[in-house]
């Protein structure tokens, strides 16, 4: 039962568009989010969280929106530079166990 | 020093080897993690350590042994392992286990991809 995903496996924008990352979740308890990005061969990198009791964070050009009616939250990253080309995950946590569940990931093409 | 490191980067270990990684961070977080992340796969969390106790043990073989000797320390002990625990193993930090916001500081390592032949 997977309580985190994120349905589209791969995305592709042009380089100065705005690049929209899809999250849904199962589990209502979820009280933390967090954005992470990865590259080949290297660990995840936390990119920008948002706690249940907001509906919105912004930090640069990433903002992540949480909609916890239709439990979905989405990251956007304006504008899009061919940097930000890399796998996005989505992962959720509850309570104080310190656990994370991670979505399936999405691969963000920025093309030049 | 805002890093988790990670040692070895890679590992190629035979079925019936002993070995270990090992994962330091020096940022005075009091929680570690252990996932595992297969190819094309979101990381799954494996252990978790709080104030160098084993708090969450996912349900994991005992061919991987978690050790926390001290804060700043976790390591990962190997043994017996099979062709299909080849992984890429992630540790992370956090500066407890129930933060949010700019208390988290949930960070990854880069990783140790490890091949079971």
């Known amino acids: 039962d997977q309580q985190v995903k994120q349905n589209s496996p791969s995305l592709s924008v042009q380089e100065g568009r705005i690049s929209i990352l899809n999250c849904d979740y199962t589990n209502s308890m979820f009280d933390y989010f967090l954005w992470y990005k990865k590259y080949p061969a290297e660990g995840p990198t936390f990119l920008i969280s948002?706690?249940?009791?907001?509906d919105k964070n912004e930090d640069g050009r990433f903002t992540v929106f949480l909609n916890k009616s239709a439990k979905h939250l989405s990251l956007h990253i304006v504008p899009s530079q061919p940097g930000d080309s890399a796998v996005y995950f989505c992962?959720?946590?509850?309570?104080?166990?310190?656990?994370?569940?991670f979505g399936q990931g999405t691969t963000l093409q920025v093309k030049p | 020093d805002t890093e988790v490191t990670q040692t070895p980067k890679h590992l190629v270990m035979g079925m019936t080897n002993k070995k270990s990684l090992k994962c330091e961070q020096h940022?005075?977080?009091?929680?570690m993690y252990w996932y595992k992340q297969k190819a094309k796969k979101p990381p799954e969390l494996m252990f978790v350590y709080s104030y160098e106790k084993l708090s969450i043990n996912e349900s994991v073989p005992s061919r991987f042994s978690p050790e926390c000797p001290n804060s700043s320390l976790l390591n990962l002990h190997l043994h017996a392992l099979q062709p299909e625990d080849s992984a890429l193993y992630l540790c992370?930090?956090?500066?407890?286990?129930?933060?949010?916001?700019?208390?988290?500081?949930?960070?990854f390592g880069s990783g140790t991809r490890l091949t079971v032949v």
């Open positions: 948002i706690s249940s009791i907001k």
């Open positions: 992370a930090s956090s500066k407890y286990t129930g933060g949010r916001g700019q208390d988290y500081g949930y960070t």
């Open positions: 992962a959720a946590s509850t309570g104080n166990t310190g656990k994370l569940i």
């Open positions: 940022m005075g977080h009091r929680a």
